[in-house]
């Protein structure tokens, strides 16, 4: 009976520990994201100029962690940048659009999200990708575009 006992204890704890997998796997990921941000990096240019950033950004899950409302703000003496996002997450793959305030650029964003990452391919006025690599309390964002003369931006964030 004992052994029978043991048996039965550890299939229960793996059936559980199963569950709990299954469960995480389709969990959004957007939950570690939540809260504002700030910290600082640099924006490149054509012709190789750039310059150092200041920037902060702000991430609202909700729908139960599925949809996210995001802010990026950049900014130095001579450059403002806001980019606003929503986002929908399903099953490891994000879609949404997104704006940037200053020059009214818009269009749709596409692509994967993981339990410490998101990358998206961007279109529309402008095209490129905007990659965020988070853990704890820090992430890492990486914007690059193919049509502008504002080149790529990457800068590192610590959680407000």
Excluded: H
């Excluded at 950004?57 to 980019?83: E, H, K």
């Excluded at 993981?114 to 914007?143: T, Y």
């Amino acid at each position: 009976m004992r052994t029978f006992m043991k048996y039965a204890a550890a299939f229960s704890t793996s059936m559980i520990l199963a569950a709990t997998a299954a469960q995480a796997k389709g969990a959004s990921p957007f939950a570690g994201l939540a809260g504002g941000w700030s910290g600082g990096g640099t924006a490149s240019f054509d012709g190789g100029r750039s310059e150092k950033l200041r920037c902060t950004a702000t991430y609202r899950p909700g729908s139960g962690g599925n949809t996210l409302a995001m802010t990026i703000r950049c900014a130095n003496a001579s450059l403002n940048v806001q980019l606003n996002g929503n986002l929908r997450y399903n099953n490891g793959r994000v879609s949404g659009s997104w704006s940037e305030s200053s020059t009214g650029a818009g269009g749709s964003a596409a692509g994967r999200a993981g339990p410490s990452s998101l990358r998206l391919r961007i279109g529309g006025d402008l095209s490129g990708n905007l990659s965020v690599s988070f853990s704890g309390a820090s992430q890492s964002v990486s914007i690059a575009t193919n049509n502008s003369a504002f080149r790529r931006a990457s800068f590192n964030l610590r959680r407000r």
